[in-house]
Nanobody, 124 residues
Framework: VKLLQSGGGPVQAGGSLKLSCTTF????????LGWFRQAPGKVREGVLCITSKGRITEYTESVKGRFTISRDNAKNTLYIQMKNTEPGDTAMYYCAMFLYDYCRGAEAVRGPYWGKGTQVTVFS
């Protein structure tokens, strides 16, 4: 299994960015998918998660109204659209796949089911 991430990079505060995560080697249509992030010196935290039926979990209130998660099952691709970004959003962003159709914390994701991460840097 491979989770290939794309997108990311520097963005000015208030700007938008979209990340993608395409899964190879497994059909994820029946599994929940999530985005997590880790800032330097901090633990990895959940951002958003979505089940196969489109049920969304917001792990952190800080992205409410600014970030949205979506998935295209036909393309095996997960997205996160980030709008009105803030310097506090600066982190390495990881996609992850759960081996069941509900969302849990980062500790529940098995090693092979993490993307390699993509850096998002929000500058003022």
């Amino acid at each position: 299994v491979k989770l290939l991430q794309s997108g990311g990079g520097p963005v000015q505060a208030g700007g938008s960015l979209k990340l993608s995560c395409t899964t190879f080697g497994v059909t994820y249509i029946d599994y929940a998918l999530g985005w997590f992030r880790q800032a330097p010196g901090k633990v990895r935290e959940g951002v958003l998660c979505i089940t196969s039926k489109g049920r969304i979990t917001e792990y952190t209130e800080s992205v409410k109204g600014r970030f949205t998660i979506s998935r295209d099952n036909a393309k095996n691709t997960l997205y996160i659209q980030m709008k009105n970004t803030e310097p506090g959003d600066t982190a390495m962003y990881y996609c992850a796949m759960f081996l069941y159709d509900y969302c849990r914390g980062a500790e529940a994701v098995r090693g092979p089911y993490w993307g390699k991460g993509t850096q998002v840097t929000v500058f003022s």
